[in-house]
């Protein structure tokens, strides 16, 4: 199977505490893959490596079949070579519209110019309307999202990262303060988008895990611990150790 | 969308008001109409719609970007030398070409020149042109550069920040730093701007010397009023849409804004280059009015008022940016002016004078804090737009959400 993203010995320490640790992760095209380890693992920061918040201290980051390295590009060129990314603590524009933020997200020229005389198509709110059905809010499109409750913002971020056609979800913790019936429903949205894309999907809870139902990725200490399905992990003792047993 | 009818509702009252206010000053002018104006007053009220445009460009970049500039009013004043350049020199030359014109000896072309350079420089003990006036005899080019420098100046200076990702408090106080350096600049003598004299006399417009100050000031009262509604309407056309969610994006989480592949440093600076230019403008048809341009006008504390009456008239919506602009400077020269009535408290005299930057900064400390909103804010109390008010109540209808504090942690 091709590669979309391969990372390879990637470090990085802040103030000498070494976050990431000789890191080795690749994914494919349509691949749906969850990571999971104990807190400060370096789950976060592995994501903020990729998109290009953290720059690491050596390592490769190499992306696509143009084998593009992605270390030195701004955060923003980094997400229109299409790799989109949800943040652990829900970040939607408060003061705006569902509309608005999903026309915002919604993939576009990016450049000053073109946005400054870009009005939206028909086809572009269609396209808001059938993403807002996906992720249950089309009754709330004209709504500020400050005023949606918390498992809603998530969704409309995850319906802003839909709207970006990424080709590689980065999913920070997407069931975090939802219901057991919100849990599902984001289920349901990541399997689905991962039949056309790559998603990688970090989360705490083993049960959403499970229901994925995909391969399983257990950082600890900043470096990979184990890999496989999710019975193959749970069972390894070094996994049950640092992380399960606790 | 019922959002562009709101705002296209909001710019359609604002321009009739403005076209209303401009017909209705011209008819009660002295130049123009039945005189219950005075002129002087006509220019104050002209002056103030200029105030209201550099207070858009403001708006535009602090309200709308979060960028809180302290350097836009510098760029006004410089607006404001740009096209004094060309009113002194035209000016004077008309006068020199006339006095030498019963010379027995026709002057020369460098005669004429050097005696014109003697009047303009001759304060500051200099009788050359210098290099930055080459273009002063073209009031093309000046309006070029009316534009331009200010334009240009924002443009460097915001490429070295923003590239450098300097922002929030930090890229205020570089532009105070910039604004503080362009005024010590401006006040030396020998720069060639004539030091703190300034440029003056620019109320008299070369070759309509028979046209009395009274119709010139209804004039430039129509052409403030004309640059504000072009200008208001620009503004209108850029924060509406796509363009005004991704800088209301950037003022609220710029990260999150590259993440989802905006350029933002670069939207940084085309705005505040573009609003730089706004100001420029704002401020060649001001200081025409004022007749005077001096470093004064542009020390760092103007901008900073610039600031003030953006936040007092309601930032981040532009109809606040233009009644702050206006209320604040009007009542300001009120009470600075020397009209307002002392205040006799027996063992001690109010003098607004002295009094009045303690009743501004304390109205600037209390909108701050008790109307964020601003002037304009108080039109949301008759539309009854009220925003979300969610602080600790559950967030959503699900019995198992989260309340708001958990959800932050
Ligand atoms: N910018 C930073 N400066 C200093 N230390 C940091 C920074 N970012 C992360 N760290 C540290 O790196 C470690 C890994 O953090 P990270 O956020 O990646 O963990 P995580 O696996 O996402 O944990 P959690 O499950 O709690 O979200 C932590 O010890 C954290 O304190
Ligand atoms: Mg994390």
Redesign the pocket.
């Known amino acids: 199977m091709s590669t979309l993203l391969e990372v390879s010995g990637v470090s990085v320490s802040?103030?000498g505490?070494r976050?990431?640790n000789n890191l080795s992760f690749h994914i494919g095209p349509a691949e749906m893959r969850a990571i999971i380890?104990?807190?400060?693992?370096?789950?976060?920061?592995?994501?903020?490596i990729v998109t290009g918040k953290?720059k690491p201290d050596k390592g490769r980051v190499i992306w696509g079949a143009r084998h593009l390295s992605l270390l030195g590009l701004s955060e923003a060129r980094i997400a229109r070579e299409g790799i989109g990314r949800k943040f652990?603590k829900p970040t939607v524009f408060e003061d705006q519209s569902v509309q608005e933020n999903l026309l915002m997200a919604l993939k576009n020229p990016r450049g000053p110019l073109s946005v400054l005389f870009y009005r939206p198509l028909a086809a572009h709110l269609a396209r808001v309307a059938a993403l807002a059905e996906e992720i249950g809010l089309a009754d709330h499109l004209h709504r500020k999202s400050g005023a949606l409750s918390h498992g809603q913002k998530q969704w409309l971020e995850i319906g802003m990262l839909l709207a970006q056609e990424p080709k590689l979800l980065l999913v920070?913790?997407p069931a975090a303060g939802m219901t057991p019936a919100e849990r599902e429903h984001t289920t349901n949205i990541l399997v689905e988008a991962a039949k056309t894309r790559a998603v990688v999907v970090?989360e705490?809870d083993m049960e959403f895990v499970r229901r994925l139902g995909c391969k399983v990725t257990v950082?600890h200490e900043?470096s990979v611990l184990a890999e496989g399905s999710l019975d193959h992990v749970t069972a390894n003792k070094e996994v049950i150790d640092v992380y399960l047993g606790r | 969308m019922h959002l562009f009818h709101k705002r296209g509702a909001s710019t359609v009252i604002f321009l009739a008001l403005l076209v209303a206010f401009t017909i209705v000053v011209t008819l009660l002018s002295e130049g123009m109409g039945v005189g219950i104006i005075s002129t002087s007053f006509v220019k104050t009220l002209g002056k103030t719609l200029c105030l209201a445009l550099v207070a858009i460009s403001m708006d535009l970049v602090w309200g709308y970007a979060g960028i809180l500039s302290l350097g836009h009013f510098a760029l006004f004043g410089l607006g404001g030398y740009m096209i004094g350049m060309w009113l002194m020199y035209e000016r004077t030359r008309e006068i020199v070409v006339s006095s030498l014109a019963d010379a027995p000896i026709p002057p020369t072309v460098q005669e004429v020149s050097d005696a014109i350079a003697n009047q303009i420089f001759g304060v500051v003990g200099s009788t050359e042109f210098p290099l930055i006036w080459a273009f002063a005899d073209s009031l093309l080019a000046q309006l070029m550069l009316v534009v331009l420098v200010p334009g240009v100046l924002a443009g460097v200076f915001g490429w070295l920040a923003f590239r450098s990702r300097v922002a929030g408090v930090y890229l205020s106080i570089l532009t105070q730093a910039m604004t503080l350096a362009l005024s010590l600049y401006l006040f030396q003598n020998d720069n060639g701007l004539r030091g703190n004299n300034g440029l003056s006399g620019l109320q008299n417009l070369p070759g309509l010397s028979d046209v009395s100050q009274a119709v010139v000031s209804v004039w430039f009262l129509w052409g403030a009023a004309l640059a504000l509604g072009l200008g208001y309407l620009l503004a209108v056309w850029v924060v509406f849409g796509k363009f005004g969610s991704v800088l209301r994006g950037i003022r609220d989480d710029e990260a999150r804004v590259r993440f989802l592949g905006y350029p933002v440093e670069t939207y940084k600076l085309v705005l505040f280059t573009g609003t730089a230019c706004m100001a420029g403008i704002a401020g060649a048809l001001y200081y025409p009015q004022a007749g005077i341009v001096n470093p004064a006008e542009m020390a760092p504390i103007a901008s900073i008022y610039l600031a003030v009456w953006v936040a007092i008239g309601g930032r981040g919506r532009l109809y606040g940016a233009v009644i702050g602009a206006a209320f604040v400077s009007l009542v300001s020269s009120w009470f600075t002016g020397g009209q307002a009535p002392d205040v006799s408290l027996g063992f001690y005299t109010i003098k607004w004078v002295d009094w009045w930057l303690v009743v501004l900064g304390l109205s600037f400390v209390l909108v701050t804090l008790f109307a964020p909103k601003g002037i304009g804010g108080l039109f949301d109390l008759l539309e009854r737009r009220t925003a979300p008010d969610r602080h600790g109540a559950d967030l959503g209808p699900d019995q198992g959400a989260l309340r708001e504090k958990e959800a932050s942690e």
């Open positions: 802040f103030d505490f976050a990431i380890g104990p807190n400060g693992a370096g789950k976060t920061t592995f994501m903020d953290t652990q920070d913790e970090v705490h950082l900043g």
